[in-house]
C-alpha cells in the first residue's frame, strides 16, 4: 500500500509539474520578468542596502557576490523558461546555434563600435593596465553583461516580436533593460551613480538595436554576450566623452541596425513567398 501511495505522490507530481511547465511556457514574457526582476531585486536592493549603511562596500566580496548574482537575473530566467529540456545539450544549442554566414555583421558592429568610442575619446583610461584589458574582456563576455544576453535577446526580444515589430520590440526590450539596472543607482561606490539614468536609459535603447539586430541577423545568443562584453569593455578602457563625434557614430551604427533588420526581414518575406 506504502508503495501505490508512493507511486501515486509520483505521478500526481509529474502531472503538477508538465501543468506548471506548461503554463510557465505559454506565459513566458510574464514569468521572465517576474523571475528576472526578483533575482536581480533581492540581490541588488540587499546590496544598496548593505553599502547605504557602511556594512560591506561595492567591492567587498558579499558586495562582488550579490552584484554578480544581480547581474545572472535574466540569465537565470531564461534559462528556467527554455524551450526544450534544460539539459546541458539544450543550453548548448540554446546560446551557441546560429547562422554562422550571418556574421559579418557582427565584425562590421564591432570594428564601429571601436573606432566610434575610440576616437570620440582619444583618451585611455589611466587606472586600467592594459595587461588587464583581456581580462576584463572575458569578465565582461561572461559574468559582468554579457551573461544578461540569454535573457534580453535570447528571450524578451523573440518573444516580444510574436507580438509586436522589431522596432517596437527592441525599443521595449531596451526600456526595460535600462530600468533593471536602477537598484544600481542606489548602490555606493556603483560607476552607475556617475551617471545620468537619463542618458543611461536612451544608450541603453540604442544598444538593444545593435544586439537585437546582431541576434536578427546571426540568431547566435553568444555573438550578442561578446558583443555586449565588447562595449562594456570600450567603456572601461577609454574615457568616455559625449562630442559630435560619439552622437554621430552612435547614429551611424543605429541606422546600419535597421538596415539589418530590414534586409533580414525583406529575405525573409522572400523566402515565405517562395515555399
Not at 548593505?50 to 534559462?79: V, Y
Not at 535603447?205 to 562594456?232: D, E, M, P
Not at 551611424?252 to 534586409?263: A, E, H, P, R
Request: charge should be positive; include cysteine.
Amino acid at each position: 500500500m506504502t508503495w501505490m501511495a508512493g507511486c501515486g505522490m509520483i505521478t500526481i507530481n509529474s502531472f503538477m509539474l508538465r501543468r506548471w511547465n506548461a503554463k510557465m511556457h505559454k506565459n513566458r514574457l510574464m514569468y521572465f520578468l517576474i523571475i528576472t526582476f526578483s533575482i536581480t531585486g533581492i540581490a541588488w536592493i540587499s546590496l544598496a542596502a548593505l553599502t547605504k549603511l557602511c556594512i560591506i562596500s561595492f567591492t567587498h566580496p558579499i558586495g562582488t557576490i550579490l552584484h554578480i548574482i544581480g547581474g545572472f537575473g535574466p540569465t537565470i530566467a531564461a534559462l528556467l523558461l527554455i524551450d526544450e529540456k534544460l539539459t546541458f545539450d539544450s543550453v548548448k544549442k540554446f546560446v551557441f546555434h546560429g547562422k554562422k554566414k550571418s556574421m559579418t555583421c557582427f565584425w562590421i558592429l564591432s570594428v564601429m563600435a571601436i573606432v566610434t568610442i575610440g576616437i570620440s575619446s582619444m583618451e585611455f583610461n589611466s587606472v586600467l593596465p592594459w595587461y588587464l584589458v583581456p581580462v576584463v574582456f572575458l569578465q565582461a563576455v561572461f559574468i559582468y553583461g554579457g551573461e544578461e544576453e540569454l535573457g534580453w535577446r535570447g528571450t524578451m526580444q523573440p518573444l516580444l516580436e510574436k507580438k509586436y515589430n522589431f522596432q517596437i520590440a527592441t525599443v521595449i526590450t531596451g526600456v526595460v533593460w535600462g530600468v533593471w539596472h536602477i537598484p544600481l543607482w542606489f548602490v555606493e561606490g556603483s560607476s552607475q551613480q556617475n551617471m545620468d539614468f537619463l542618458l543611461f536609459l536612451i544608450l541603453a535603447v540604442i544598444l538593444s538595436f545593435w544586439l537585437a539586430a546582431i541576434y536578427k541577423k546571426t540568431q547566435c545568443v553568444f555573438a550578442c554576450n561578446v558583443f555586449h562584453g565588447l562595449i562594456n569593455t570600450l567603456l572601461s578602457v577609454f574615457v568616455v566623452k559625449l562630442n559630435p563625434v560619439l552622437v554621430l557614430g552612435l547614429i551611424v551604427m543605429l541606422v546600419y541596425s535597421i538596415y539589418l533588420w530590414y534586409d533580414e526581414d525583406k529575405k525573409m518575406k522572400i523566402s515565405n513567398l517562395s515555399q
